[in-house]
Each structure stands twice: as C-alpha cells, then as structure tokens.
C-alpha cells in the first residue's frame, strides 16, 4: 500500500492535480538551492577558504548536500513533492507514482534551477570559482575509468532513491517527520561513499548545471546515465517487491494475556487474522 496512489497526491503530502506551474517553480526554487549550497561549500574547500580556523573539506561538501536536502523536503514537500533531481522524478514516473505530464516540466525546472545555483556561486567566489574550482562540477577523480564512475553513481543513486521510496510512498512509515532526515543523510552517504571516485554528482541536474557554465564536460554521460540506472533500479525493487510486503503479526491479548506460543494469530490468506490454540 502507498501514500502515492495514482490519483492526485504525490510525495510528502504534495497534490499532482492542482497548478503544475506552481510544483514546478517549487522545484526550480529547490534545486536552486540544494545546487547552491552544495557546489558553494565544495568550491570553498577546493580554493582552501576559511571562515574560522581550516578551510573546508570533504565532510563540509557532504553535510552540506545533506542538509540542505533535509531542510528542503521540509519546506518543500508539501508543494511539489522535493524531487529537486531529474532521477527521482524519471523513477517515480517509471512506477506510475508520478503523473507522465508533469514529468517534463519538473525536469526543465530542475536543470534551470542547477543552472542558477550554480551561477551563485561563481557570483559569490567571483572568477576563480569557475576558472580553478569548475563550479565544483563532477569529474571521475585522477585514476578512475568513466566506467567505474558510473557503478559508483548507479550505486549511491539506488541508495537515496530506495530511501525515498520507502519513506516517502509508503503508508507503513510511523511517521512522515522522519522523512526529511532520512532522505538528507541518504545523499550525505553518497556523496561520502562517491565523493572521491566520481565526485559524487547523484543528480544529473546537479552535475549538469556546473559544467554547462563552467564549459567542462569530462564523463557528461556517467552523471546523466549513472544516476537514471540508479533510481530506476531502486523505485522498481521497491515498488514491485517490498511496498506490498506485509510485517510480521504481533502477538495479541486476550481476555487471558498475551498470546504466547500456545494462543497465536495467523492469517489465513484472505487478509483475516485469526486465533489458534494449540
């Protein structure tokens, strides 16, 4: 059972039959800003700036995706659903949890919005930004074949999209509060686990807006097909094997206690628990 059915409610509570200009300037906005943070806080390690103290490092980059993606499926979820990655949106069409009609433009408003974050930054760190640090867009590190970057980019998507999945389309969650830290510390994993491989992109949008205005296009083609593979792979496994799944019965009272080893519910098949003594 899912809390994105095929009617009109999509991810976190967002409507998908109201205003698609509406989702998708949200998700223009979003991507603004997770883009933004992210390549911001990567330029500033790879420059060696300090606010205080060292500069940035690798854990800097990689919280700062992290917790931007939580602040923005919090603030944004309700409205568009906070795909804020063309992966997520592909994926969760691919499994009818999306409408097919907003997909194309929730995709042209996330590539607008990686565009703009990225353009902050040069803003912010004026030339060298993009002259010594590319905008922090994604390249397989030195030693890495573009084909081992893109395992790692199928991987690390397949993780933050089957966290997605589970906690974002399916009503079985305790709680939808968990979901903006779940999803936040998935990319963070990501990008730790990718970072120093390919770069840790997990969002073709993500790298796609750095390279287009820093003019660098080192192994495009892993960070569009790597992250699509990953979610595609995630959002069917789950979708098609676990979102059905039923949990295990848990022992019932009775009038005479707990049930026990000798007083257990079962289900019979037809959906209906009964009780057995033995």
Known sequence: MTMAPSGSYGLYGSRTSGSV??????????????????TAVAVAAILGRITAGGGYDSLAIALAFGLALAALVGALGHVSGAHFNPAVTIALTATGKFPSKWAGPYVVAQLV????GAAATWVSYGGPARTAANLAATTPQSGVTDLRALVVEILVTFILVFVIMAVATDDRVPSAAIAPIAVGFALAIGVFVAGPVSGGAVNPARALGPMLLAG????????????????LAAAFLYDRLLSDAEPPDAPEESDDGPATGRDARFSDGTGAVRRTRA
């Open 216 to 231: 660098t296009f080192e192994g495009v083609w892993v960070y569009v097909i790597g992250p699509i593979v990953g979610a």
């Open 113 to 116: 919005g990686a565009l703009l």
């Open 21 to 38: 200009a509406r989702a998708a300037i949200a998700e223009l906005v979003g991507t603004f800003i997770l883009v933004f943070a992210g």
